[in-house]
């Protein structure tokens, strides 16, 4: 018995002889169960225990569920698994996105060549003979939208562009419907022939886009915003478009709050890269337009006869005041009113633009076949004549040498319009310049100066212009060669 006694109280385990802690004996022992065979032996366990679990929890209710309850559970789990993904790609894309300033300084040299200093990043999409522009979404953009950023007036390069895919728009974007106009104007929408300018390319991409009319206008000079248009120009893109345009002011967008659009198109080039014919055809829209907004008979002036039995000659002096307005208005109008009065059918009108509406002006037009006018906006409203009207144009001193190519833009309207040009009268005479007379510094006196009169001159140019009217009203009146518009493209 003490043998025995002996061999019971020996350590099952040496290693713990000398342990006398029973804590510690107790950690000792659990360390030792979990080996790292041991974990793994567990682990194998568990997932057989659980795989035969499922198998028979599956086989039990083939009957009350359908076969791919299972399948459906796993397309369940993987789509989860995908829209997570999809979900983090979204929000990578966001984080992407860079916005760029508006205007780039670099190219402040060269503002309005290639792709400008505005958007310059962005090429133009063009082909030939028509306007060049920029759309979004499109391929080009490959299928992103336009988003801007900033309300600065002062600074373009404050504001700011970039494009975003439409499921990953920048953090805190408001995204706009329907279809956007971005203009860029470098230099303004109260004059009406720079406005008429911006605004052109619009009307024949217009027409060339299924009649597809913009929500709103976003207007830019340098890259700063504008929020108004010369109410001349308001008129006649609210007749062109059949609505009043909407120019956005982003009320209620913080500074720092991108703003994207739905779908867009930007100009930056006016009229640039337009064929003649697409110019004629963008000219004879709002003309349309304009007159029947006005309730302006489309087909014009209907043909009137003199008591001789002659055609009517309307003969309109489109007067200025102020800057190159007539120093003898009296005078002028004396001399064109002596030569009218020679021609059977002729009827001298006098008229001031800054004292008309919009449509006072087109249905004065409507009645004009010779517009006799100095160099100015007011002379933007020929197009609103008949075409084969003619065009006489008067400049005060020093225009030619200094005034640039700017000076000729009523020459190319004219054409553009199919209108007739029949000259200019540049005044001799005028203000002294302290510098050399080619000095560039002239042109800040001469731009604004007044325009005098030459008797001799004038009364034999009237009576050239009224004699070829005649001669051409007289031609269609013989070949019975009205032109008879019933409605307007895009009616």
Not at 43 to 53: G, P, V
Not at 117 to 136: A, K
């Amino acid at each position: 018995m003490a043998i025995s006694t002996l061999e019971l109280s020996r350590p099952a385990n040496p290693t713990l002889k000398n342990l006398s802690n029973p804590k510690k004996r107790t950690t000792m022992s659990v360390f030792c169960l979990y080996s790292p065979k041991f974990s793994i032996f567990l682990l194998a366990l568990c997932i057989s225990l659980f795989t035969l679990y499922h198998i028979q929890s599956l086989h039990a209710r083939t009957i009350s569920s359908p076969p791919w309850s299972f399948m459906h559970e796993w397309e369940r789990v993987t789509n989860c698994t995908q829209e997570h993904m999809a979900e983090k790609l979204r929000q990578k894309l966001r984080q992407s996105v860079t916005f760029l300033p508006l205007t780039d300084l670099r190219y402040a040299g060269k503002a309005l060549q290639g792709h400008t200093w505005f958007m310059s990043s962005m090429y133009d999409t063009h082909e030939d003979g028509e306007v060049q522009y920029q759309q979004f979404p499109s391929e080009s953009s490959k299928h992103r939208v336009l988003c801007l950023k900033g309300k600065e007036t002062h600074d373009g390069s404050w504001n700011s562009y970039a494009l975003a895919w439409p499921e990953a728009l920048p953090f805190n974007a408001t995204l706009l419907k329907g279809l956007t106009f971005v203009s860029y104007n470098h230099y303004n929408y109260d004059n009406i022939w720079h406005g008429l300018s911006a605004t052109v390319p619009f009307v024949a991409w217009h027409i060339r886009n299924g009649c597809e009319s913009p929500s709103r206008w976003i207007l830019y000079h340098w890259g700063e915003l504008r929020f108004k248009m010369a109410p001349w120009l308001r008129t006649l893109t609210e007749a062109t478009y059949g609505g009043a345009p909407f120019i956005e002011s982003f009320e209620g967008v913080s500074d720092n709050q991108p703003v994207c659009f739905e779908k867009a198109v930007v100009m930056r080039h006016n009229e640039g890269g337009m064929s003649r014919d697409r110019r004629i055809e963008t000219f004879d829209l709002m003309r349309c337009k304009a007159r029947m907004y006005c309730n302006v008979s489309l087909e014009g002036r209907i043909p009137e006869a003199s008591k001789q039995g002659l055609p009517v000659i309307g003969m309109t002096l489109l007067m200025r005041t102020g800057p190159r307005s007539f120093t003898n208005e009296s005078a002028v109008i004396g001399i064109f009113e002596k030569e009218c009065a020679k021609i059977d059918g002729c009827r001298l009108m006098v008229a001031y633009s800054n004292n008309l509406t919009f449509c006072d002006q087109v249905k004065l037009m409507s009645l004009t076949d010779i517009l006799v006018s100095p160099h100015g906006a007011q002379l933007t409203n020929m197009f609103l004549m008949d075409k084969n009207s003619s065009v006489m144009e008067f400049f005060p001193k020093g225009w030619l040498k200094l005034a640039g190519v700017g000076q000729y833009v009523f020459h190319w309207m004219a054409s553009w319009s199919e209108m007739r040009h029949r000259g200019a009268w540049r005044d001799p005479n005028g203000d002294e310049c302290p510098y050399a007379v080619d000095d560039r510094r002239c042109m800040s006196i001469y731009k604004s100066g007044k325009i005098g009169f030459d008797e001799t001159y004038f009364s034999e140019w009237a009576r050239n212009v009224l004699n070829e009217v005649k001669a051409r009203k007289l031609e269609k009146a013989a070949n019975k060669t009205i032109a008879s518009t019933a409605s307007c493209a895009c009616g």
